[in-house]
């Protein structure tokens, strides 16, 4: 005993003295209602993964928790862009090895990219890349060199942590020698975690690597993220000190408060939003009149003080980020704001010929940091059977419904997304992406104007012309209707009482774990 206290003693004092941090310890568990898709290949993960591959996989170009590019967090440290803009050159962090000891270089950051814009990729923005990308060369392991057929700014954002995973980077050596599918199954990459188990439908177990440029030794030597759809199973784990973090919804969070729990807000996070499955041309949501009825339909108010607790306020533009608004210099005016009026949307719906109303099909299911989703739904179709119309309700978990949508065997049935609020170049990949109709199938709106719009961003680089085809984007979305956008978003998460400190952070989809499990 005398022998293993001194032993214990020497070791501390030697750390101590030489200022090494301890080594990883303990499990950092993350519990979420929805993962979205549970998927470990970062070209099949849509957008909605992020949360766990951000800790295996690192990015071409990282960013700060707030969201602005970094040198300093990305495998890229230093880029530059030719005089036409045209030529991106990114010069390569050296010495980074991907989990199983293969050098990381620009073979495999050229390799991601061109998988993640691949015929297997179902990455959510990779459409702007695949209209893009000329060729990809790799003068030296660490430097990579991105052409574009045509000038413009967003090579850098679109490959960074900010937005989706088209910027992760995958071991070429590896994927090629096991095949995509056994890499599915079992993912190596680069970053701080590396991958341990998953059993679908519960949880994604990972494991720190010993030290890691990013993030120094990691503090857990765990970390796990569990699916929890029933929110009072995952209150009683945080209770309990099973749970670290969790999602709450926003009527619950005095709750926790009160016990003693604290909670930590995205504030302006996301913006809930609603929409039609294309192709709408036989359906009664082609006619703008009954697109405008729905939207009247709504007491956004009485949504954001009751579903949502107050943690809310009602939003006027389909697609409308507030981030981006501020980078454009949009003011959003009154008349955009849709009131709370039954009798006008009943009008309306007359006048389109639909008095008598008209059946809709609304998908109803959770999403990552919206628990409350299929309670707003049921009170979506409240609001709209007082019109007339004959809303369906038909619960269904997220994968299943994503198919419907990218299969368009549901049109005009209504879907939603908790739409992460953005910059004005992450709100342009929200547009192509749900309003760019050669970005099928998972465009929402068919508006060659609208198009027009969105190909003239992308090759434009002044910032002026910019802004100005962003404000008329808007301004015809809102115009048409073409969406039913319901409220901004204040996300809530509680955290056990052993978390002191933790910044969530503002990025897409992202929690900001670097910042838990960062060295100290």
């Known amino acids: 005993m005398r022998a293993t206290t001194a032993l214990l003693l020497l070791l501390l004092t030697a750390t101590e003295a030489t200022g090494a941090a301890a080594p990883p310890a303990g499990e950092l568990t993350v519990a979420l209602s929805s993962f979205a898709n549970e998927v470990l290949d970062p070209a099949l993960g849509g957008h909605g993964v992020k949360f766990y591959l951000a800790l295996?996989?690192?990015?071409?170009?990282?960013?700060?928790?707030?969201?602005?590019?970094?040198?300093?967090?990305?495998?890229?440290?230093?880029?530059?862009?030719?005089?036409?803009?045209?030529?991106?050159?990114?010069?390569?962090?050296?010495?980074?090895?991907?989990?199983?000891?293969?050098?990381?270089?620009?073979?495999?950051?050229?390799?991601?990219?061109?998988?993640?814009?691949?015929?297997?990729?179902?990455?959510?923005?990779?459409?702007?890349?695949?209209?893009?990308?000329?060729?990809?060369?790799?003068?030296?392991?660490?430097?990579?060199?991105?052409?574009?057929?045509?000038?413009?700014?967003?090579?850098?954002?679109?490959?960074?942590?900010?937005?989706?995973?088209?910027?992760?980077?995958?071991?070429?050596?590896?994927?090629e020698s096991v095949g995509d599918d056994e890499f599915a199954r079992k993912p190596i990459g680069s970053g701080p975690y590396r991958f341990v188990e998953q059993v679908t439908g519960s949880h994604v177990r990972l494991a720190a690597v010993p030290h890691h440029w990013r993030i120094g030794t990691p503090r857990y030597q765990t970390v796990t993220f569990r699916v929890i759809p029933e929110e009072s199973t995952r209150m009683a784990m945080v209770r309990r000190g099973e749970v670290d973090i969790a999602d709450v919804s926003r009527d619950r969070v005095r709750e926790m408060e009160q016990a003693g729990f604290p909670v930590r807000y995205r504030d302006n996070d996301s913006l809930l939003h609603l929409w039609w499955i294309l192709p709408w041309d036989r359906t009664p949501v082609r006619d703008r009149r009954v697109r405008e009825a729905l939207n009247l339909a709504i007491d956004r108010r009485e949504i954001a003080a009751t579903i949502f607790g107050g943690k809310a306020e009602p939003a006027a533009i389909p697609f409308g980020l507030t981030w981006a608004f501020r980078d454009v210099k949009l003011t959003v005016p009154d008349e955009w704001r849709y009131p709370f009026d039954p009798a006008r949307a009943r009008a309306l719906l007359a006048e389109a010929g639909y008095r008598d109303g008209f059946p809709i099909t609304i998908f109803a299911y959770q999403l990552p940091a919206l628990p409350e989703g299929r309670e707003m739904a049921e009170a979506l179709a409240g609001y709209w059977q007082k019109i007339g119309v004959r809303p369906t309700l038909v619960p269904v978990d997220y994968p299943a419904f994503r198919k419907q949508w990218v299969d368009r065997t549901a049109p005009g049935a209504v879907g939603y997304y908790n739409l992460p609020n953005r910059d004005w170049i992450g709100t342009y990949t929200l547009l192509d992406k749900f309003a760019h109709t050669p970005s099928r199938p998972t465009d929402t709106v068919a508006d060659p104007e609208i198009d027009r719009m969105l190909d003239a961003i992308l090759t434009t680089t002044d910032r002026t012309k910019i802004n100005e085809l962003m404000r008329q984007a808007f301004a015809r979305l809102r115009r048409d209707h073409d969406g039913i956008p319901l409220v901004y978003l204040h996300t809530p998460y509680v955290t056990s009482k052993r978390i002191s400190r933790w910044d969530p952070g503002s990025v897409m989809l992202d929690l900001n774990i670097d910042g838990l499990v960062a060295e100290r």
Do not use: C, Q
């Not at 970094?70 to 989990?99: K, N, Q, Y």
């Not at 890349?129 to 967003?154: F, G, K, N, Q, S």
């Open 56 to 175: 295996m996989f690192d990015y071409l170009i990282g960013v700060t928790p707030d969201g602005r590019l970094s040198p300093e967090l990305g495998i890229a440290t230093a880029w530059e862009v030719s005089p036409d803009h045209r030529r991106w050159t990114f010069t390569l962090r050296r010495d980074v090895h991907f989990h199983n000891g293969d050098p990381l270089t620009s073979a495999d950051v050229r390799f991601s990219i061109l998988r993640a814009i691949g015929p297997r990729s179902t990455t959510g923005y990779a459409g702007v890349l695949r209209a893009l990308l000329d060729r990809i060369e790799t003068p030296a392991p660490d430097r990579v060199v991105i052409v574009t057929r045509e000038p413009t700014l967003v090579i850098p954002p679109y490959l960074s942590r900010a937005l989706a995973t088209e910027g992760m980077i995958l071991p070429k050596r590896y994927i």
